[in-house]
């Protein structure tokens, strides 16, 4: 994105609370929803013509990707999500809290102790070694829980080997289950390592997790096991493997607004065109400090950067302990009055110092933008994470606690 200028009026943000320290993150509700509707219609093609719709169930694990997990889940389920996907009992129990009331699955299952949080919350874990199902039945019995009350889905390790029950082990997972009243499986599922890679010597990886998965649902199906939902596709699937959508998909980073990197980097320009996408956060802080410094001076720590000329230098209100990557020191930069002002120096935890010499009528309390929309003007996350050899993931869920999100439209 080349620098252009915009109006000389001092920048805003709508909605941005004005007591406390100028650093927020505007979270767009439309971005939001309109995302999650695009996922769904682009998994349910018309011309498909199923009896059932495909269901959605939308990551709001890692806070949400640092947008808000609770008060995301809420407008998610407000705009149809089917599922919610958290990491464990302590993420579902603050989205119950916030009022949510629709099935969440706990994908990084749970250890002992957790249960009967799970059973209280109404949160169906992922089971990823046979004997977490005795675990499981010991806290329905104990709340004296009814038959089939406990809803839970299996996970099958089809090859990342991470997380998940290996297919051999099948038949001891319908030997145990058999015996667990209380327990209801809801769902079978596993993780893709590499759905985004289709050059190379990993590009068939996919295709093998998908046969081994299958295989696997096939055998459970044969020991009379009702499977429920099938799911498979994270992100980079839903947008660019059909074949894996079964009964339900997961996005993840998409509902955000980003496609995950590809590989061949073509494949990211077709993902993007055939499933648009809106970039939800938008991280800003305001310029504390105006100065002006001389030609060959030193900026910020260690004068890691020094100015080749006389410049003006800003300081912005926000530094690595609210989500700018310490990382983005002398190589990134943000957008003032719709500018793209360089990071210099070393970022620091609480401020950050950026070069605004080239940028107009610059003045104290101006907005800069460190990723996402100004205006008309957009700096994306995923070209900054990629700028700096890290994933969008990384630079959303950076932002932290202490960083107001404001939600708007």
């Given at each position: 994105?080349?620098?252009?200028?915009?109006?000389a009026?001092?920048s805003?943000?709508?909605?941005k609370p004005?007591?406390?320290?100028?650093?927020?993150?505007?979270?767009?509700?439309?971005a939001?929803?309109?995302?999650?509707?695009?996922?769904?219609?682009?998994v349910?093609p018309k011309a498909e013509?199923?009896?059932?719709?495909?269901?959605?169930?939308?990551?709001?694990k890692?806070?949400?990707?640092?947008?808000?997990?609770?008060?995301?889940?809420?407008?998610?389920?407000?705009a149809?999500?089917?599922w919610?996907?958290v990491t464990?009992?302590?993420?579902?129990e603050?989205?119950?809290?916030?009022g949510?009331?629709?099935?969440?699955?706990?994908?990084?299952s749970?250890?002992?102790?957790?249960?009967?949080k799970l059973?209280?919350?109404?949160?169906?874990?992922?089971?990823?070694r046979c004997?977490?199902?005795?675990a499981?039945?010991?806290?329905?019995a104990r709340?004296?829980l009814?038959?089939?009350?406990?809803?839970?889905?299996l996970?099958?390790d089809?090859g990342?080997n991470?997380l998940?029950?290996?297919?051999?082990?099948?038949?001891?997972?319908?030997?145990?289950?058999?015996k667990?009243?209380?327990l209801k499986?809801?769902?079978?599922?596993?993780?893709?390592?590499?759905?985004e890679?289709?050059?190379g010597?990993?590009?068939?990886q996919t295709s093998r997790?998908?046969?081994?998965?299958?295989r696997?649902?096939e055998?459970?199906?044969?020991?009379g096991?009702?499977?429920?939902?099938?799911?498979?596709?994270n992100s980079?699937a839903i947008?660019?493997r059909?074949?894996?959508w079964?009964d339900?998909?997961?996005?993840?980073?998409?509902?955000?607004g980003?496609?995950?990197?590809?590989?061949?980097?073509?494949?990211?320009?077709?993902a993007?065109?055939?499933?648009p996408?809106?970039?939800?956060?938008s991280?800003?802080?305001?310029?504390?400090?105006?100065r002006?410094?001389?030609?060959?001076?030193?900026v910020g720590y260690?004068a890691?950067?020094v100015?080749?000329?006389?410049?003006?230098?800003?300081v912005?209100?926000?530094?690595?302990?609210?989500g700018?990557?310490r990382?983005?020191?002398?190589?990134?930069?943000?957008l003032?009055?719709?500018?793209?002002a360089?990071?210099?120096?070393i970022v620091s935890m609480d401020?950050?110092?950026?070069?605004?010499?080239?940028?107009p009528?610059v003045t104290?309390?101006?907005?800069?933008?460190?990723?996402?929309?100004?205006g008309?003007?957009l700096?994306?996350?995923?070209?900054v994470a990629r700028?700096?050899g890290?994933?969008?993931?990384d630079?959303?869920?950076?932002?932290?606690?202490?960083v107001p999100r404001?939600?708007?439209?």
């Amino acid at each position: 994105m080349s620098p252009t200028r915009t109006s000389a009026k001092r920048s805003a943000a709508p909605g941005k609370p004005e007591n406390g320290r100028p650093v927020w993150a505007d979270i767009s509700i439309s971005a939001l929803t309109y995302n999650l509707r695009a996922i769904r219609d682009f998994v349910n093609p018309k011309a498909e013509q199923r009896a059932t719709p495909r269901k959605v169930l939308s990551i709001v694990k890692g806070n949400a990707y640092g947008h808000g997990g609770p008060a995301v889940a809420k407008i998610l389920e407000k705009a149809g999500s089917d599922w919610f996907g958290v990491t464990g009992a302590t993420e579902g129990e603050q989205v119950r809290k916030a009022g949510v009331k629709k099935p969440i699955l706990a994908l990084t299952s749970f250890w002992p102790g957790e249960e009967q949080k799970l059973l209280a919350n109404r949160i169906s874990p992922a089971v990823i070694r046979c004997e977490q199902l005795a675990a499981l039945e010991n806290a329905a019995a104990r709340r004296k829980l009814g038959k089939g009350a406990v809803g839970f889905h299996l996970k099958i390790d089809s090859g990342m080997n991470r997380l998940g029950i290996s297919p051999n082990d099948v038949e001891c997972f319908a030997r145990q289950y058999e015996k667990c009243k209380r327990l209801k499986l809801e769902g079978v599922f596993t993780h893709f390592a590499s759905s985004e890679v289709f050059a190379g010597p990993v590009a068939e990886q996919t295709s093998r997790q998908e046969e081994k998965f299958h295989r696997a649902v096939e055998r459970l199906r044969a020991l009379g096991v009702d499977t429920g939902l099938i799911h498979l596709a994270n992100s980079a699937a839903i947008a660019s493997r059909p074949e894996t959508w079964a009964d339900m998909v997961r996005p993840g980073a998409i509902l955000y607004g980003y496609h995950p990197g590809y590989d061949p980097m073509e494949r990211r320009g077709e993902a993007e065109r055939e499933l648009p996408l809106r970039p939800v956060m938008s991280l800003r802080a305001r310029i504390i400090s105006l100065r002006h410094v001389g030609a060959n001076e030193g900026v910020g720590y260690g004068a890691k950067f020094v100015t080749a000329r006389p410049s003006k230098i800003a300081v912005l209100a926000a530094g690595y302990g609210d989500g700018i990557h310490r990382s983005l020191g002398n190589k990134g930069s943000v957008l003032v009055r719709g500018v793209l002002a360089p990071i210099v120096g070393i970022v620091s935890m609480d401020v950050t110092m950026i070069d605004v010499t080239d940028v107009p009528d610059v003045t104290l309390g101006d907005v800069a933008t460190i990723y996402g929309s100004e205006g008309e003007h957009l700096l994306a996350a995923n070209l900054v994470a990629r700028s700096i050899g890290t994933v969008t993931s990384d630079l959303l869920c950076a932002v932290s606690a202490r960083v107001p999100r404001v939600y708007g439209a």
